[in-house]
């Protein structure tokens, strides 16, 4: 499960200038676009040492889950059934399964084009296949969750997506939505996307393998170096093709009304006009310009596409999906389009704009949003 880095602290006055870079907008077919110069460069011996402990541990895990399967997966239809409670324990047994399955098949998957594509050097092959099976694998994802939880998909207007190159700006509400998008871009509309996540994600295997397949911004969030981490964002947004994406979630972190709280409380000591200004947002957290600012430098003729979404608010903990928070639910997105020249050029107009659409997605969230359970 993927979960994305928040962005750099609002800092776009501490932004540098770009620097000169290729055209902003890539021609021809998508696997033509030589994204080698854009990808995350480790040194292989820390790529290797910590590959060799992550994916031995995902496959021991993996294992042993589906290992004591036979002995567990009764006991706990025994308990629901107790209970009363429509196999909640038995679905989280077989979500968490699936997850850990699909990171396993998923890794020698890429491994396997890494393989066929001569470690790469086929680079076309490599871009073509490496699109392809991040889409399924995405895709199998969504299914299978689905499945488990008799899940409901409502998506409405993902195709803006291949309208040309664009800046997709998601609302993050559970570790779920981070792989959503994959599954219903990639694969549905055959746009790529590139992502910014946090580093930490580098341990998750399938993660690591996909994050030096595609151009990956891994942010280092406690870094302190706040320009640094902007100029990482933008090392990802070169020669962006009409069928790209950079993904990007500008509220740095899943929505939860504990941490709006805390978030509001915080923002009252240092900026009570900004405070007061974020507490008219009931259902997301306010927007961080910093990284978006970025990206917007970076590819200045990429749009902006907003996508809000509801049924996830019940799942943005591991309890939550214990206790049933994605059963029976009904996912609704929705995208929408901004073209580059309708947004601002001047940096506070450009910041005004992004709030103001920011609190169109909560609008929206707020009219579509799943109710608490009781």
Request: glycine share 6%.
């Amino acid at each position: 499960m993927m979960e994305p880095a928040p962005t750099p602290a609002d800092a776009a006055s501490r932004t540098p200038p770009p620097a000169p870079r290729p055209a902003a907008t890539a021609a021809g077919p998508l696997e033509d676009v030589d994204i080698r110069p854009y990808l995350r460069r480790d040194p292989w011996p820390r790529k290797l040492a910590r590959r060799a402990l992550t994916f031995s541990l995902l496959h021991l895990f993996t294992a042993l889950w589906w290992g004591v399967a036979p002995l567990v997966v009764p006991t706990l239809i025994v308990v629901d059934l107790l209970r009363r409670r429509p196999l909640l324990l038995v679905r989280f047994y077989l979500c968490i399964g699936a997850i850990v399955f699909g990171q396993v098949w998923g890794a020698w998957l890429l491994f396997a084009i890494w393989l066929a594509s001569g470690g790469g050097l086929a680079w076309r092959a490599n871009n073509r296949w490496t699109v392809w099976a991040e889409g399924y694998w995405a895709d199998w994802n969504a299914r299978v969750m689905a499945a488990i939880y008799d899940i409901t998909y409502d998506v409405e207007d993902s195709a803006v997506l291949r309208d040309g190159p664009s800046l997709l700006l998601m609302r993050h509400a559970s570790i779920n939505d981070t792989i959503l998008p994959i599954g219903l871009i990639t694969r549905v509309h055959g746009v790529r996307l590139r992502i910014v996540l946090k580093a930490e994600l580098l341990w998750a295997p399938i993660v690591d393998a996909i994050g030096h397949r595609i151009p990956v911004a891994f942010i280092r969030r406690s870094s302190g170096a706040v320009d640094r981490e902007l100029e990482v964002v933008r090392s990802i947004t070169p020669a962006l093709h009409r069928h790209e994406a950079i993904m990007i979630f500008p509220e740095g972190t899943r929505f939860t009304p504990e941490r709006r709280a805390q978030l509001l409380g915080k923002l009252m000591a240092k900026d009570p006009a900004a405070a007061a200004e974020a507490a008219t947002l009931t259902h997301v957290l306010p927007f961080r310009t910093g990284g978006v600012m970025a990206l917007m430098d970076g590819a200045p003729d990429a749009a902006l596409v907003f996508c809000a979404h509801t049924g996830y608010e019940r799942t943005a903990r591991l309890e939550d999906f214990i206790a049933g928070g994605l059963y029976r639910t009904i996912v609704k997105v929705k995208f929408w389009r901004v073209p580059a020249s309708a947004v601002p050029a001047e940096p506070a107009a450009r910041a005004a704009f992004l709030h103001a659409e920011w609190r169109k997605v909560d609008a929206w969230v707020a009219k579509h949003a799943t109710p608490p359970r009781s």
